[in-house]
């Protein structure tokens, strides 16, 4: 993405800080946002592991897998200053949680064993390759797993800020590198998710 796109993406959601949490995220209700975090839990256990969330937002992902998993590491990252501020303060102080203000377009990657996007891919960009390099830069940081959620074109009109994918297209290009890729649908209208284990 450039600079422009970046800009774009930053106006989007600064101009919604003012309203729910939720807004500012982009999701439509809490409703929406607890189907997909479901829904990436079933790439498997995530306890012992290390886990890179691109994108993190406030961090909520963070006290969601808390409910399920037991002694993992959780990274966060995200390039809104407004977001890493908010989840530093909700979720700062938690054992083996670290958050990020960066651009994990751009950035090195850690190596680590689950990387997550929840949301993050959804972006609109000028270069083609945008989410196939993303896809390619994840399953290279992950010792264990990628998961991660993308608007449905079959259901999602896109605009001039989110794009939405082709579930056969992406799944064809996450075969090449996992012949089990898995896609799942049907927990909301006009979304699916990805799951990719090594």
Not at 24 to 38: P, V
Not at 64 to 70: A, N, R, S, T
Not at 143 to 156: E, H, T
Request: charged share 20%.
């Amino acid at each position: 993405m450039h600079l422009i796109e970046k800009a774009t993406v930053q106006a989007f959601h600064r101009s919604r800080l003012n309203g729910s949490t939720i807004q500012a995220l982009g999701y439509r209700s809490q409703e929406s946002q607890t189907r997909r975090f479901q829904v990436l839990l079933q790439l498997g256990d995530f306890s012992h592991c290390s886990v890179l969330d691109l994108g993190c937002g406030f961090g909520d992902l963070k006290a969601f897998l808390d409910q399920h998993y037991k002694d993992f590491v959780y990274l966060g990252v995200d390039f809104l200053k407004e977001f890493i501020d908010g989840a530093q303060l909700h979720y700062g102080e938690l054992a083996n949680t670290q958050f990020f203000q960066a651009d994990f377009l751009t950035v090195g990657l850690p190596e680590v064993d689950i990387v997550i996007a929840s949301g993050s891919l959804n972006y609109r960009s000028e270069n083609a390759l945008h989410p196939w390099q993303s896809i390619s830069r994840m399953w290279e940081a992950a010792n264990k797993g990628v998961v991660f959620n993308l608007l449905d074109a079959a259901q999602f009109e896109s605009d001039e800020v989110l794009r939405a994918y082709d579930q056969n297209e992406v799944l064809n290009f996450c075969r090449q590198l996992d012949p089990a890729t898995e896609i799942i649908s049907g927990y909301l209208p006009d979304d699916f998710t990805v799951l990719m284990r090594k």
